[in-house]
């Protein structure tokens, strides 16, 4: 009796396993600090301004990079960030876009690329996005940090949680 419950356990484990996975790669250093501690019962905000720019969009479904891009934002207020938002104009180029963050005052602008942000097909549709996001300084274009991430969840999921739990685990700090 004991092998069976042994047995299915293990089927049961691996038919969960394998409807939800996620890959991340993050480097090693993490966002800048927007907090930093004065003493031990008061912090102080420093001013880490980003210039956001739609993400572009690599797959089949329109705007998705603006949707992923529109998560980001909330994610990085509420993280403390001050987010100067240009997810409503045409994606610019690298180049193009370090001159708009220069113009808006901004320490940092994000750029990156969404390459899945869909449902798979079959029985279930689980939703499957795949984004990669880099983050550099408007003074002279030097990448400061940058995640690559997939995930995939349950049928009954959506793109968008399935998205921001990846963004979000994306830029723990």
């Known amino acids: ?3 069976l419950r042994m047995s299915l356990l293990l089927l049961f484990m691996m038919l969960i396993s394998a409807c939800s996975t996620a890959s991340l790669v993050v480097t090693p250093k993490g966002l800048p600090e927007v907090y930093e501690d004065v003493n031990a019962t008061h912090q102080k905000k420093k001013d880490v301004s980003i210039s956001l720019f739609r993400l572009n969009n690599y ?3 329109p705007r998705a990079g603006m949707r992923a891009a529109n998560l980001i934002e909330g994610i990085l207020l509420t993280k403390g960030y001050k987010v100067k938002s240009h997810l409503k104009n045409k994606i610019p180029s690298m180049k193009k876009a370090r001159k708009i963050a220069k113009e ?6 994000m750029y990156g ?6 449902y798979k097909t079959g029985i279930d549709g689980e939703p499957a996005v795949s984004i990669q996001v880099s983050l550099y ?3 002279n274009a030097k990448l400061v940090w940058s995640a690559t991430g997939s995930d995939s969840d ?3 999921a959506s793109i968008g949680t399935t998205a921001q739990d990846l963004l979000t685990e994306m830029m723990q700090e």
Do not use: A, L
């Not at 808006?104 to 602008?109: A, E, I, N, T």
């Open 104 to 109: 808006d005052g901004s320490k940092y602008f």
């Open 137 to 139: 300084k408007t003074k």
């Open 113 to 118: 690329g969404v390459s899945e942000w869909r």
């Open 59 to 61: 797959t089949d479904t």
């Open 154 to 156: 349950w049928g009954n």
């Open 1 to 3: 009796m004991k092998p």
